[in-house]
């Protein structure tokens, strides 16, 4: 059965999805993701969505899922490069999807993970 | 180019619902929409099919060219025989709030659309029909 | 209107093609005064049309040509009205190809049937609301083809008038000046949100300086779009908030909680600067940057 490819990137993991995925295998992909992080023991998770022409309801579940998973597995998840006739669909159809970071790219989702690791990792001191 | 004015599209798996947004957007194409339209009419459609299958247990949709003086628009009809709704406005209200699919996706389904019409009967089946002008 | 009146139309137009064309084309000429058509053009443009039409007529059908039987007239119509109306012809000049036809028409009518004046003026009565109706239809395509121009050049102002302007690396303004209707609105976030990903900007600045009033609708689909630019993973500051606009705002109960708001866009600006991690500092006096010093010849 397919399967979304999942790649390694430094300390992070990055899925390209590409095809307009039915829900089984929407469902796969977030088993096979968090199977990989605790593999990989990954910090960062990025989901390039730049190919979505479409972004549903449940889609966007699964993103603020696996958001909410990698959370407790110690990593950061940023989806990049949603569109924007998808971006607007969304706002239109009241999806928040809280909690889910974002980014234009990968090179600017890269770089938020690993801002937000700096952060967390001085966090104590940065207290105010 | 469809060369019908309508077709008929059965929703019975999951590999449907892909089917469905896919002819949903070819049908759009067709008919001039823009982008953003186009990709809310997927969208809404996307929501329903999925209540149609797994609420539902399986049904229909028939995509219709529409007119309606000057203007030009896409009509998609959701129809299943399964179980209904017992109570419309609660679940739309509910959508938001429990989170759960069907109310999410009535709901949504509505804010896409330009136009939106519901009847469910407990027992018998569900219809909803949605229209988006150009 | 029996058969004979079909009959008698379609054997006119069949048996007298070639002078009744000759005859349309020369007053034609002649009407198109203003503009020209190509003449060979033209030609097969009327040659096809007595043709179908003769067709058309010959199945028995004159009074109606909205059904199948005119489907090809009607189509061949559309596209001479079409072209025309590219070419900034009027509708009643378009119109004139169709009902130029009648004064050959009805003389070779009339002088074929001369021995029946009752016979001559049934077909010449059929004829005429049958050219009439044809005349009507360019007629009504010519609008519809004016509309899709009007509509077309209308988005391309609409495209024109809004430019996006990038002022910085990842840093991109947009200056709204006049009145923003909801469609306007609509097409320059639009615009806007597919310059944020081009230039993978991170930080947007709509500035709204110029614009005298923001109703309910507009305000909305402001923040749409900065709800929309946030969802891809950019940031927008709305600048340029006069104060009647922001009584309207808080007075229509518009909640712009998370949305970063600036008076002018020159404070919109420094606040997207830290942001990015770039500050502006002041070159001291008497030295310029590296490039002028090797210039001076006393630094290599």
Redesign the interface.
């Known amino acids: 059965m397919e399967r979304i490819p999942i790649l390694k990137m430094g300390d992070s993991l990055l899925v390209t999805i590409q095809v307009d995925m039915h829900d089984r295998l929407a469902m796969t992909l977030q088993e096979d993701l968090t199977t990989r992080i605790v593999q990989h023991r990954a910090r960062g998770v990025l989901i390039d969505i730049s190919s979505l022409e479409v972004v549903d309801s449940f889609m966007g579940r699964m993103l603020a899922n696996i958001a909410a998973m990698s959370r407790v597995l110690d990593a950061q998840t940023v989806v990049v490069g949603m569109r924007p006739a998808v971006a607007i669909t969304l706002v239109e159809l009241g999806l928040s999807l809280h909690g889910v970071r974002t980014a234009l790219n990968v090179e600017k989702g890269m770089q938020l993970i690993g801002h937000d690791r700096r952060e967390d990792d001085t966090g104590a001191e940065r207290e105010a | 180019m469809p060369n019908a004015k309508h077709e008929a599209v059965p929703i019975v798996s999951h590999d449907d619902i892909v089917k469905v947004r896919q002819r949903v957007r070819d049908w759009a194409v067709a008919l001039g929409f823009s982008l953003v339209d186009q990709t809310k009419l997927v969208t809404a459609a996307s929501e329903l099919a999925r209540n149609t299958l797994v609420y539902g247990q399986g049904g229909t949709v028939l995509v219709e060219a529409v007119s309606n003086d000057s203007r030009q628009g896409l009509r998609l009809t959701f129809e299943d025989h399964g179980p209904g709704i017992p109570d419309v406005q609660l679940a739309m209200k509910d959508g938001f709030t429990t989170g759960t699919g069907l109310g999410l996706g009535l709901s949504g389904a509505r804010r896409l659309s330009h136009e939106f019409e519901i009847c469910s009967t407990p027992g018998k089946g569900t219809r909803v029909v949605i229209v988006r002008w150009k | 209107m029996t058969r004979t009146e079909q009959a008698d139309i379609a054997g006119v137009l069949g048996r007298y093609e070639a002078d009744i064309l000759a005859e349309w084309l020369r007053i034609q000429q002649s009407a198109l005064r203003t503009h020209r058509v190509d003449e060979t053009e033209l030609r097969g443009q009327a040659r096809e049309f007595l043709s179908l039409l003769r067709t058309a007529a010959g199945t028995g059908n004159v009074e109606d040509i909205s059904t199948r039987e005119w489907e090809d007239v009607r189509r061949l119509l559309e596209d001479i009205s079409r072209a025309r109306a590219r070419q900034g012809f009027t509708p009643s000049q378009t119109a004139m190809f169709v009902f130029s036809l009648k004064e050959p028409f009805f003389r070779h009518l009339r002088h074929e049937y001369r021995a029946d004046v009752e016979r001559v003026g049934a077909a010449t009565w059929a004829a005429t609301v049958m050219l009439d109706r044809l005349g009507l239809f360019t007629t009504e395509v010519h609008q519809n083809g004016r509309e899709e121009v009007i509509a077309r050049q209308q988005q391309e102002m609409l495209e024109l008038s809004t430019p996006v302007v990038a002022l910085w690396e990842g840093i991109l303004a947009l200056p709204l000046i006049g009145t923003l209707d909801s469609a306007r609105t609509q097409v320059v976030m639009?615009s806007l949100?597919?310059r944020?990903?081009d230039t993978?900007?991170?930080i947007a600045i709509i500035d709204i300086t110029g614009v005298p009033t923001v109703d309910t609708l507009v305000a909305q689909h402001l923040l749409?779009t900065v709800?929309?630019?946030?969802?891809?993973?950019?940031d927008c500051i709305i600048s340029g908030i006069r104060p009647q606009i922001a009584q309207t705002i808080v007075h229509l109960g518009v909640e712009l909680q998370d949305v970063l708001t600036k008076a002018t866009l020159a404070d919109a600006f420094a606040v997207a600067l830290r942001r990015s991690g770039l500050s502006v500092q002041k070159a001291e006096k008497g030295r310029g940057p590296a490039g002028s010093g090797a210039a001076r010849g006393d630094q290599v």
Request: hydrophobic share 60%; aromatic share 0%; no cysteine.
């Open positions: 639009e949100l597919q944020i990903v993978g900007a991170s749409k709800a929309a630019a946030r969802l891809m993973g950019a």
